[in-house]
């Protein structure tokens, strides 16, 4: 009897493959050298990395914090963040703040 040469396609869930290309990305291997170890073609792994960049390259969701006023006639807002208090008056500059909020937000 024979053994035929075609290789039997594998099937991978969605979990399997989001297991797999975290070991992968943690793993400090080359891609070849992970292929071979894992028994996943080059192509497949080249392809779940393409389609990983795909969905994280989608904008994430704004979500808002609650705001609490505090006085109507207040001459200063604090906007607070985790450990940031930020105090701000009718005479702060805009753009230092957008600034300073982009990297508020970023750290937060």
């Known amino acids: 009897?024979?053994?035929?040469?075609?290789?039997?396609?594998?099937?991978?869930?969605?979990?399997?493959k989001e297991?797999?290309?975290?070991?992968?990305?943690?793993?400090?291997?080359t891609i070849k050298q992970?292929?071979?170890?894992?028994?996943?073609g080059l192509s497949t792994l080249h392809r779940w990395r393409q389609d990983e960049r795909v969905t994280t390259a989608v904008s994430p969701v704004q979500t808002w914090a609650p705001v609490v006023t505090?006085?109507?006639?207040?001459?200063t807002l604090t906007v607070k963040a985790g450990a940031f208090h930020i105090t701000v008056s009718a005479d702060t500059d805009c753009e230092l703040l957008a600034n300073v909020?982009?990297?508020?937000?970023s750290v937060c």
């Open 1 to 16: 009897m024979e053994k035929s040469n075609t290789k039997v396609r594998r099937t991978y869930t969605a979990a399997d």
């Open 19 to 29: 297991r797999l290309l975290r070991s992968f990305l943690t793993s400090g291997q």
């Open 34 to 40: 992970w292929c071979q170890e894992h028994q996943v």
């Open 70 to 75: 505090v006085s109507e006639k207040a001459s």
């Open 101 to 105: 909020l982009a990297v508020v937000n």
